[in-house]
């Protein structure tokens, strides 16, 4: 059930095979036709060498802003809803390759400590390949219980190596 009030929410995106750059163009024409939710804006999309196991292709990675009135719960299930839409297979290991990867960042100032929701989401600030990304659409976004994104994409790790791409 949507609230009343709209708030920024932040969509990690990810993928390491098949056409990650299209991957991530399906998921974000997804997005875009998410009910209660305004698509705003896109980042340009990074690659990384993959986190945890290393025999996998690197990950091409993105962040996608929008703004919505739906509560973080509701809005995590329309997120794994596009991730089961596009193939997503949640049998493999973790952090092992994967078709698409939506994680929800953040959702404005709102926090959440669940089983299986964390908002903000668990690790951010240690990510490179989310604050980079992050940085070039929401900069002055302060994270809840963290500062804004742009001084902690400053202070990023540099692991996993990690480019800017030019396409969008």
Known sequence: MSGQRWRPAYIGVGSNLESPSQQIAAANRALGKL?????SQISPLYRSAPLGPVNQPDFVNGVVGLMTRLEPRALFEQLQAI??????DRSTQRWGPRIIDLDLLACGSLRVDEEDLQVPHAGITERNFVLLPWADIAPGFVIPGHRNVISLAKEAPAEPPIERLDEK
């Open 83 to 88: 991730e089961n839409s596009l193939g997503r």
């Open 35 to 39: 009910d209660d939710c305004g698509h």
